[in-house]
């Protein structure tokens, strides 16, 4: 088992472009999530997926679009890039909503100029 | 709505000191609780967890307790290693918010030899 792999590693774009951060997991996981992570604000949720074509708005969702085709991928779609959204982005998966065991993935780390 | 305050950082300690990393939390209903370790580069990593009030979860010489009356979740080592060097999370499973997970705001542990 891969677990839950994120491309790219590390990106830079300019303000107002956009970009698809990937996320996959092979575990049959029906609950996907994406969270920034923020220097002194922990980890804050923006989307999630409780399985495929069903998705949701978490804490901090402005700005990002999600969709959920399969089971397996969960793109974070970045729609017009701002400075504020340069961050470590986090890509989660478990096996249901009420499943504790979390499995994150080495994240996406993204600055925008 | 839900939420963890964990203590600040960054802690400095000498090898073989006892570690305390203290966490509160604010729920409704009855929440889980959880510690994540997130060592450098690297996605984050559940450390333990407990699931109700009296509960001790417990791995690699870690131990904390759900204590109710307090609201705390304080995360221990008697005798922290260099290995144990890393950011730790305090973390909530919500029961009454769509079992949204909330994460403190990470507490960075550099042990010295």
């Known amino acids: 088992n891969a677990g839950v792999t994120q491309t790219p590693k590390f990106q830079v774009l300019k303000t107002g472009q956009s970009m698809t951060l990937q996320c996959a997991q092979d575990?049959?996981?029906?609950?996907m999530s994406w969270y920034r992570q923020d220097p002194g604000m922990g980890l804050r949720l923006i989307h999630y997926s409780v399985g495929a074509g069903i998705t949701d708005q978490g804490e901090v969702p402005n700005g990002y679009n999600v969709s959920r085709s399969t089971t397996e991928d969960f793109p974070l779609r970045l729609l017009s890039a701002a400075p504020s959204q340069t961050s470590v982005y986090f890509c989660?998966?478990?096996?249901?909503?009420?499943?504790?065991?979390?499995?994150f993935g080495p994240g996406t780390r993204l600055t925008v100029l | 709505g839900d939420s963890v305050t964990q203590m600040e950082g960054p802690v400095t300690l000498s090898e073989e000191a006892f570690l305390t990393i203290n966490c509160t939390y604010t729920?409704?209903?009855?929440?889980?609780l959880f510690w994540y370790v997130q060592y450098p580069g690297e996605g984050l990593q559940l450390l333990l967890k407990?699931?109700?009030?009296?509960d001790k979860g417990s791995n690699k010489g870690f131990e904390a307790t759900y204590r109710k009356e307090t609201t705390s979740f304080h995360l221990e080592k008697g005798s922290v290693q260099v290995s144990d060097s890393a950011v730790y999370f305090c973390?909530?499973?919500?029961?009454?918010?769509?079992?949204?997970?909330?994460f403190g705001t990470g507490t960075s542990l550099t042990v010295i030899p």
């Open positions: 729920a409704t209903g009855y929440p889980s």
């Open positions: 989660a998966s478990r096996q249901g909503a009420k499943i504790d065991t979390q499995y």
């Open positions: 575990m049959n996981h029906e609950y």
């Open positions: 407990a699931t109700k009030a009296d």
């Open positions: 973390a909530l499973r919500g029961t009454n918010t769509g079992n949204q997970f909330y």
